[in-house]
């Protein structure tokens, strides 16, 4: 059983499109996270989500809202794509928020935005 | 700014040798860290994790070192196996930070 699974593995669109990316962990854990790698390889915090709490990176454009309808899963909504979102995604969850907290990745989804 | 800095893009070690994987932070804050391995099309995978207050932790054949006067850490894979060959990540997490702050990432190549 996959622990966390992302959907779509990959995704090619326009720019200007709106899309998501799904996440579900079956841990039982109480956080997850959305990280984006970069073109130069950089893994980045965008959003951290523990309990109906979200913590948001002021580095993310309001146009990525994360959305949790519940524990397991937290998906990530894009309005009018740009070029320069094209990144993997991963998804990840911890037990708790805590900073000792092994967090688990899931396989990541490839965006593609033409 | 690179909070995080693993400055060997690659490394090609026999198999049976010692593979040294090294890693630098900045941030002072930063009182936990952790290795995550990462094969082609899947995600980062936990290896091992070091707390601040220890400066070595040894799990098999992995052994995290970290030199919290220096900022640095190091991932000590002995001996090294064709199947080590990965990108490994170096991440830190602190300094009121809730996710993880990775290292650009090292390739590790194992030869037979």
Redesign the interface.
């Known amino acids: 059983d996959t622990a966390v699974s992302q959907t779509p593995k990959y995704l090619v669109t326009q720019m200007g499109n709106d899309k998501s990316i799904k996440c579900e962990q079956n841990l039982g854990h109480d956080t997850m996270y959305w990280y984006k790698q970069d073109s130069k390889k950089f893994l980045k915090i965008m959003f951290s989500y523990n309990n109906k709490e979200l913590i948001i990176n002021e580095t993310v454009p309001n146009r990525f809202s994360p959305k949790s309808p519940d524990k397991a899963h937290l998906n990530l909504h894009i309005n009018s794509l740009e070029l320069g979102d094209s990144a993997v995604y991963f998804c990840a969850s911890s037990q708790s928020p805590g900073p000792r907290e092994t967090q688990y990745f899931g396989p990541g989804t490839r965006l593609l935005v033409l | 700014d690179q909070q995080v800095k693993q400055n060997s893009p690659s490394l090609s070690v026999q198999e049976g040798r010692i593979s040294i994987l090294n890693c630098d932070y900045t941030n002072s804050m930063f009182?936990?860290f952790?290795w995550?391995k990462k094969y082609p099309?899947?995600?980062?995978?936990?290896l091992i994790?070091i707390?601040s207050i220890k400066d070595k932790n040894e799990d098999g054949r992995f052994t995290v070192f970290l030199n919290k006067s220096a900022k640095h850490l190091s991932l000590h894979i002995v001996p090294s196996q064709p199947g080590d060959s990965a990108v490994y990540?170096c991440?830190a997490?602190?300094g009121g930070?809730?996710?993880?702050?990775?290292g650009?990432?090292t390739h590790l190549i194992i030869q037979p």
């Open positions: 009182d936990y952790l995550y099309a899947e995600g980062p995978t936990f994790s707390s990540f991440a997490r602190g930070a809730d996710g993880l702050t990775f650009k990432g």
